[in-house]
């Protein structure tokens, strides 16, 4: 089954606003990334977790391992922040990530 | 500092045609790893490295792909006879011993 179940699978965002994307876990994580691919089909990291919030400009994240989950917040959207969000978790052998299937994130002007 | 470099960026084959997709990994990092990634979907791991052995291998359809590191640094991801389900993004990421994946732009395969 999937180690990685992430939510929602796509979100339309007025701009200026802000929202929660979320990840759950079937078993033990040890790390999350986050990434943002774009229209190019680049992914650009956003966040490495192995505990606690991070913190960059407009996005903030959180990961808890013990119960779990980890969240990415979008606050003011912009309209460049359009594109698919994935979680990758990190098993306890720490090198082999798992991806969730990704939420696609629309923001309208 | 010079990202993940991959090549070719695009391909076109008919199906039973042979391909191989290059990647040069950030230089230091111990770690490379090959990803599929079909169409509307996540990234799927397919082999990774750490340095020139083989950790896990488990998801490579071994009877026609097949993935090299022979010095532990630039890496050659080969598919024998494609078939049109091999359609997907061929992505190759590289991680330091802290364990972030960096990954690189990808080839976009198309196999009529």
């Known amino acids: 089954g999937d180690q990685v179940e992430q939510s929602p699978s796509a979100l339309s965002l007025h701009e200026g606003t802000g929202s929660a994307l979320r990840c759950n876990f079937t078993?033990?994580?040890?790390?999350v990334q986050w990434f943002q691919q774009n229209s190019r089909g680049s992914l650009i990291n956003l966040f490495y977790?192995?505990?606690g919030t991070k913190e960059n400009g407009r996005l903030k994240s959180t990961f808890n391992s013990k119960e779990s989950y980890s969240t990415l917040h979008i606050r003011d959207a912009q309209l460049e922040d359009s594109g698919t969000y994935f979680c990758?978790?990190?098993?306890?052998?720490?090198?082999?990530?798992?991806f969730g299937k990704g939420t696609s994130l629309t923001v309208i002007p | 500092e010079a990202g993940v470099t991959q090549s070719p960026r695009y391909a076109v084959l008919q199906e039973g045609q042979a391909v191989s997709f290059w990647c040069d990994p950030i230089?230091?990092?111990?770690?490379l790893y090959w990803y599929q990634q079909p169409r509307d979907q996540g990234p799927q791991l397919l082999v990774y490295?750490?340095?020139?052995?083989?950790?896990?291998n488990s998801q490579l359809p071994s009877d026609r792909f097949s993935a090299v590191r022979p010095k532990g640094t630039n890496s050659t991801l080969k598919i024998q006879s494609a078939k049109q389900g091999d359609t997907a993004t061929y992505l190759c990421?590289?991680?330091?011993?802290?364990?972030?994946?960096?990954f690189g732009p990808g080839t976009r395969l198309t196999v009529l």
């Open positions: 990421a590289s991680s330091p011993p802290s364990y972030e994946q960096y």
């Open positions: 230089s230091g990092h111990d770690t």
């Open positions: 078993t033990t994580m040890r790390a």
């Open positions: 490295f750490r340095d020139e052995a083989v950790i896990d």
């Open positions: 977790l192995a505990s």
């Open positions: 990758a978790a990190g098993d306890t052998g720490y090198q082999n990530f798992y």
